[in-house]
């Protein structure tokens, strides 16, 4: 670290700009992508580049160019350890899902750790004190967080706006000459009347070809009276990887004319559950297969459209036949195009009937305030995508935990933007005796499992903000944490071992705080959240011969456990 460098730059307060083209790569060996900017990922946009690390932790970290770390950030979940370092050029590099940083800024992080005595750790430090050189090893690779297995995670945000940019666009040099790989079409009807290959449903074909030129599987022609939105199902993978990645650009033309096109080029943290409205999402929910439509909602604010004729939807009313081609590119220009045909019928055959719908209508860009038995589901405008018919009903079997009838709340299949507000009374003959502490809402999920939701307890009824629609109702927590000891034992000497490794956790509502001493002094335990895993390296809080560790977890709804034993060093 250069501190000189770092304050000669703000005495100044001029900084030299350089060309994108200057950026070095964060890896000292060649770059292979595990996942590609704005493809879509559970509720979100990928806003980084994963580059893979050979399926090992440890490699060296590099800072792509000179600048200063603005951020340091812990966390059990999400980007676990990550760094952030502000560039001249109004850049900032984004590295996550770290195992540790460098030996400075560890020690640095690790003293507030111990100060503010927590795990969990959002640093801003002071703009001098750590400054970088473009090369300058400032981490090693890890799995924390919520990764999936070793890599890097690797971002460049607009500094200013904190908005995620395609960092393939900085220079980094990826093998890839493989065209996306194209997999099924989908012809959705966006009217009651719509007919597609006179049915009224949506139609699905699997694709055939490959080497960047699809058709579909069986016919080249599919017969539609209405509108509809198409959509499409890709994968685009880099030279010599079989991770299936997301493709750059999505181009849509109708008769030669460019109708829609969709580029991955800047995101925003603000509208990433955008991309549950970028998908079919019921064909997500059920089969877990994403298929990316060209219908952008009214709700939908995503950054990523460049084109966008009729919303996305599109109507053929009169007996003509229109050449349809889709064109999909990865960002080094490799494309695979898929050409089809559209018989326009100016009435089908099939005449699909008129589903009566009745209900609250919700729509999306103004309050609602849904009232009905046992029960109240309201928010602000922006909850919602687009607009729709919210209907309630109460189902009549119940699960042996319920505490209160299971409501279906709206549908499922329609994805929410925003949080909303639900409100259930529970069943008073059911929770006598219960502390009103340890109820919560929680959602039925279709395996029958509860999805716990934040809750508190209010004037006779529960209240939570859910972000999901679907079959939800009271359940009570009461059952504390489990603890199970991994390397330790009562009366242990672990002399010729470098941890304590304990694994904790909850049946429903989750854990909430932990603490581990060591002596009746806190000690600094790393949890891995997805292996339910705390770990206590070492140190100075470390004492010759006996030592009393003692952890105490507590949960969501305040059920505690603890464990105490003494080890021997």
Partial sequence: MRRCFSLLLLLSGVFALFSQS????????????????????????????????????????????????????????????ALY??????????????????????????????????????????????????????????????SGGPHLHFEIRDTETEEPLNALAFGFKVEDKTPPTLRELMVIPKTPETAINES???????????????????????RISGSVCFGISAIDQSTGSTAGNGVYSITLYIDGRKAFCQKMDRLSFDNGRCVNSVLDYETYLSKRRRIQTTEVEPGNDAEIYETVDSNGVYTFDTDHVHEVKYELKDFFGNSSTLKFYVKSLAESNKRCPEELI???????????????????????SGTFFNNFIFRHTIETSLPKFALAPVHVVGNENIPMKNFGMLSI?????????????????????????????????????????IRDMGKFTVSCDTIPPVITAVNISKGKTITNQKNIRVKIQDNLSGINT????????????DFDAKNHLLEYMFDEKLKKGKNVFTLTVIDHAGNSSELKMTLVY
């Fill in 22 to 81: 200057d950026y070095r790569s964060p890896v000292d060996f060649t770059i292979g992508l595990s996942g590609t900017f704005g493809e879509p990922r559970t509720n979100h946009f990928h806003t980084g580049i994963d580059i893979r690390t050979q399926q090992v932790t440890g490699k060296k970290i590099y800072a792509v160019q000179d600048g200063v770390v603005s951020r340091i950030s812990v966390s059990p979940s999400g980007y676990g350890k």
């Fill in 85 to 146: 370092v502000d560039h001249p050029d109004g850049h900032t590099s984004v590295y996550a899902h770290l195992k540790t940083f460098s030996d400075e800024i560890d020690q640095y992080v690790k003293k507030m750790q111990y100060e503010r005595e927590s795990f969990a750790i959002n640093l801003f430090p002071e703009r001098d004190r750590f400054p970088v050189k473009k090369g300058e090893v400032i981490a090693y690779s890890g799995n924390s967080g919520s």
């Fill in 200 to 222: 009224c449903q949506s139609l699905t074909i699997s694709l055939s070809g490959g080497n960047g030129a699809y058709h579909l599987t069986g016919k080249d022609t599919v």
């Fill in 358 to 380: 009745t209900g609250y209508l919700i729509s999306w860009d103004d309050k609602y305030d849904f009232v009905g038995s046992g029960i109240r589901f309201y928010g602000d």
């Fill in 425 to 465: 009374k529970p069943d008073s003959a059911a929770i006598k005796g219960i502390d009103a502490s340890k109820l919560l809402i929680v959602r039925i999920n279709n395996k029958e499992r509860q999805i716990p939701q934040s809750t508190y307890y209010e004037n006779g009824y529960l209240h939570a903000k």
């Fill in 514 to 525: 932990y603490v581990g001493k060591l002596n009746d002094e806190w000690i600094l335990m």
